[in-house]
């Protein structure tokens, strides 16, 4: 049977124009909506393995996913295993990841990283998250999408700048610290849509609910939105339609309305 998104009664109107929202309920309401928007989330970082996974997302701290994909290839071209990079010298690693900023540190994070893999874990990365916070470079938010991404382990949610700042416009949590937001949104989304839920909310908020110009016009989620800027352009479905275009197309299409 075609499963009907819901739709807000009066009384929730009005609260959510009050800024009153139950985050449970949020959180269906945004899953029913962005779920048709964007049906099978991917990470945008290339990877082949959880190791070039891990180095990837070292890598992409203040820097963008097409730049961290330009560089990995050549890195595990030169380096193909954990082994080889920890053994790699530093300046020659400098200069192949220096494009990504803030080289140095994390030319070192990553040798570092490959390092304590081969030493405390035989060179495969660890499957907890107790393990993977011990390792040099490595914070939940690397973690998790390591976890979740590569190796299908649902340990928490990976909240980013945009995941953040989506869950606190749709008002599915209050706090400011990723981990604080990161434990509210694993309270309200399903256990075994973790990944899934937190890549949905990074990629809307990477390419309709941006931090300068949210396109909310455009944006499926806008009815249930207490943060809405403007009226929702055509009905639910076109905006569905549109999200899923510019989803896709990684913000290089958008649909003219
Ligand atoms: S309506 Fe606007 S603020 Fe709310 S989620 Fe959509 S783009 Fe973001």
């Given at each position: 049977?075609?499963?009907?998104?819901?739709?807000?009664?009066?009384?929730?109107?009005?609260?959510?124009?009050?800024?009153?929202?139950?985050?449970?309920?949020?959180?269906?309401?945004v899953s029913d909506r962005l779920a048709p928007a964007i049906p099978s989330p991917r990470i945008e970082l290339d990877f082949q393995?959880?190791?070039?996974l891990l180095i990837a997302t070292i890598l992409s701290a203040q820097s963008t996913d097409d730049r961290i994909n330009m560089v990995t290839p050549m890195l595990f071209r030169?380096?193909?295993?954990?082994?080889a990079l920890a053994a790699a010298s530093q300046a020659e690693v400098e200069e192949v990841v220096k494009s990504t900023g803030f080289f140095r540190n994390k030319a070192k994070a990553i040798r570092e990283c490959s390092?304590?893999?081969?030493e405390r874990h035989g060179g495969e990365v660890p499957r907890t998250m107790e393990e993977m916070v011990e390792l040099?470079?490595?914070?939940?938010?690397t973690a998790n999408v390591?976890?979740?991404?590569?190796?299908?382990?649902q340990a928490g949610m990976a909240v980013d700048t945009h995941a953040l700042r989506v869950s606190r416009r749709l008002?599915?949590?209050?706090?400011?610290?990723?981990?604080?937001?990161?434990?509210d949104l694993c309270a309200v989304f399903p256990k075994n849509e973790w990944t899934v839920s937190a890549l949905r909310l990074q990629l809307h908020g990477r390419y309709v609910c941006t931090a300068r110009k949210p396109d909310c016009a455009h944006c499926p989620l806008n009815e249930i939105c207490p943060s809405r800027e403007a009226v929702p352009v055509?009905?639910?479905?076109?905006?569905?339609?549109?999200?899923?275009?510019?989803?896709?197309s990684r913000g290089r299409e958008r649909p003219e309305s």
């Open positions: 049977m075609k499963k009907r998104l819901s739709k807000a009664r009066p009384a929730a109107r009005s609260a959510r124009r009050k800024g009153i929202v139950d985050p449970a309920k949020q959180a269906r309401l393995t959880p190791w070039q030169r380096w193909p295993t954990p082994r390092r304590a893999l081969v040099p470079g490595v914070a939940r938010k390591v976890l979740g991404n590569a190796l299908g382990i008002a599915l949590t209050r706090q400011e610290d990723p981990a604080k937001v990161e434990a055509g009905t639910l479905q076109d905006r569905i339609r549109y999200e899923r275009v510019v989803v896709k």
